[in-house]
């Protein structure tokens, strides 16, 4: 139903910032919550944070409280993540997820996925 795009992955040093970007086509974003996750190697998919469809509302994993920001654009059908104070075990592919059924950090909650862009904190 919605095609998400990710981008703004890149290699950052410890203490560094980044934002990634998730770009959506199809129906209006505004009409869908959308989260991060992020997948290290050897690991499983984790929750990093959500955003619901007007802005207001977000959820946030224990991990990233205070350090990540979760936001979005509707106008520019975009939904971002300001990532700061970066660490090397923040280093996985971010992937973007929309869906309708709350900001629940349970995969099956998120219907719609992009592909990820890969993000390398080194030390």
């Known amino acids: 139903q919605v095609q998400l795009i990710e981008s703004g992955g890149g290699l950052v040093q410890a203490g560094g910032s980044l934002r990634l970007s998730c770009a959506a086509s199809g129906r209006t974003l505004s009409s869908y919550a959308m989260a991060w996750f992020r997948q290290a190697p050897g690991k499983e998919r984790d929750f990093v944070a959500a955003?619901?469809?007007?802005?207001?509302?977000?959820n946030y994993a224990d991990s990233v409280k205070g350090r990540f920001t979760i936001s979005r654009d509707n106008a520019k059908n975009t939904v971002y993540l300001q990532m700061n104070s970066l660490k090397p075990e923040d280093t996985a592919v971010y992937v973007c997820a929309a869906g309708r059924r709350g900001l629940g950090g349970d995969e099956g909650l998120w219907g719609s996925w992009g592909q990820g862009t890969q993000v390398t904190v080194s030390s």
């Open positions: 955003i619901g469809g007007s802005g207001i509302t977000t």
